[in-house]
């Protein structure tokens, strides 16, 4: 069963993987044929998309999200948090069998973390379960990675979005590691394109130019704005007309599972208000930095905190 409702017309609908992240805070994150142990462990709604959609709503955007639920605890717990965030339900795909999605998270006392992903009814989305007139008006089309096959589904939909939507990507690791050939519909289409640097040297598969040389050959490609995180680092973007360096906040270090996500939302929410690339960065670092002070989305700000800050 799908759900349209063609009058909830979002400015910014995500695409990607919906999960529920069940965390676990560990002594150490084991290697091969190392032991740790399990210091406790919540369940929170999360996927890549998600969060940055989520994010972005409470920063007071209007939101929707397109991904696959099953009828199920976790299905249930996904919907309610996307409700209780504002996100318009239209896009919500629902599937009578299987299991929704789940991400399995291990945290260690550093925030760092492994990440092991059962992508369940995520993989089966079709092009035609999507309804086009829900996207007409959508201003930023911001897609993530899926796991199999509704990557399909992302490259169909390409053709049915506005000339004026832009398009927003995060790849993240699953689909760097496809290869630029296999990305190259997406980047095709992309305006903003959201890595971080070992994925950025993956993609152009070069690991000797500078960063800058990377970035300024995909703005050659035909992409508008270039952003490369570099985690505790900061944040190096690009444009037609800007560069700048941003340095991260420093913060109390909870979870990093979201960092990357909490970034996108504070840089997206930055760009639909016309920043300038400089200024777009520093809020995502700062959105981030907030979000990391705690497990998943739960110390994600809202627009007061961020108006109260800058």
């Given at each position: 069963?799908?759900i349209?409702?063609?009058?909830?017309?979002?400015e910014i609908?995500?695409?990607?993987?919906?999960?529920?992240?069940?965390?676990?805070?560990?002594?150490?994150i084991?290697?091969?044929?190392e032991?740790?142990?399990?210091?406790?462990?919540t369940?929170?709604?999360?996927?890549?998309?998600?969060?940055?959609?989520?994010?972005l709503?409470?920063?007071?955007?209007?939101?929707?999200?397109?991904g696959?639920?099953?009828e199920?605890d976790?299905?249930d717990?996904?919907?309610y948090?996307?409700?209780?965030?504002?996100v318009?339900?239209?896009?919500?795909?629902y599937s009578e069998?299987?299991?929704?999605?789940k991400?399995?998270?291990?945290?260690?006392?550093?925030?760092?973390?492994?990440?092991?992903?059962?992508?369940?009814?995520n993989?089966?989305?079709?092009?035609?379960?999507?309804?086009?007139?829900?996207?007409?008006?959508?201003?930023?089309?911001?897609?993530?990675s899926?796991?199999?096959?509704?990557f399909?589904?992302?490259?169909?939909?390409?053709?049915?979005?506005?000339?004026?939507?832009?398009?927003?990507f995060?790849?993240?690791?699953?689909?760097?590691?496809?290869?630029f050939?296999?990305?190259?519909?997406?980047?095709?289409r992309?305006?903003i394109?959201?890595i971080?640097?070992?994925?950025?040297?993956?993609?152009?598969?070069?690991?000797?130019?500078?960063?800058?040389?990377?970035?300024?050959?995909?703005?050659?490609?035909g992409?508008?704005?270039?952003?490369?995180?570099?985690g505790?680092?900061?944040?190096?973007?690009?444009?037609?007309s800007?560069?700048?360096?941003?340095?991260?906040?420093?913060?109390?270090?909870?979870?990093?599972?979201?960092?990357?996500?909490?970034?996108?939302?504070g840089?997206?929410?930055s760009?639909?208000?016309g920043?300038?690339?400089?200024?777009?960065?520093m809020?995502?670092n700062?959105?981030?930095?907030?979000?990391?002070?705690?497990?998943g989305?739960?110390?994600?700000?809202?627009?007061?905190?961020l108006?109260?800050?800058?």
């Amino acid at each position: 069963m799908e759900i349209y409702d063609n009058d909830l017309n979002a400015e910014i609908i995500g695409f990607g993987a919906l999960n529920v992240d069940k965390l676990y805070s560990v002594a150490d994150i084991a290697g091969k044929d190392e032991e740790s142990f399990i210091k406790s462990e919540t369940s929170t709604p999360g996927g890549s998309a998600a969060n940055t959609i989520v994010g972005l709503s409470r920063l007071g955007c209007s939101t929707s999200i397109i991904g696959k639920i099953a009828e199920d605890d976790d299905g249930d717990l996904i919907e309610y948090n996307l409700a209780i965030n504002g996100v318009f339900a239209n896009n919500l795909i629902y599937s009578e069998s299987g299991s929704t999605g789940k991400c399995l998270g291990f945290v260690d006392s550093n925030g760092e973390r492994c990440l092991y992903i059962d992508p369940g009814v995520n993989d089966e989305i079709k092009i035609g379960e999507i309804n086009p007139l829900n996207i007409m008006r959508c201003k930023i089309m911001h897609y993530t990675s899926f796991v199999g096959d509704s990557f399909n589904a992302q490259i169909e939909l390409l053709e049915k979005l506005s000339k004026e939507t832009l398009l927003s990507f995060d790849p993240g690791m699953l689909y760097v590691q496809k290869g630029f050939d296999e990305l190259k519909p997406i980047l095709e289409r992309c305006d903003i394109l959201l890595i971080n640097e070992s994925e950025l040297r993956l993609l152009c598969n070069n690991y000797e130019s500078s960063l800058k040389e990377l970035v300024v050959g995909l703005l050659d490609f035909g992409i508008e704005c270039v952003v490369v995180k570099q985690g505790s680092t900061g944040v190096f973007a690009m444009n037609n007309s800007e560069e700048c360096f941003v340095e991260a906040y420093e913060c109390d270090v909870v979870d990093t599972t979201a960092a990357g996500d909490s970034f996108n939302s504070g840089f997206l929410y930055s760009f639909l208000k016309g920043y300038s690339l400089e200024k777009s960065c520093m809020i995502g670092n700062w959105v981030a930095s907030k979000s990391i002070e705690g497990f998943g989305m739960e110390k994600f700000p809202s627009l007061k905190d961020l108006e109260d800050f800058f």
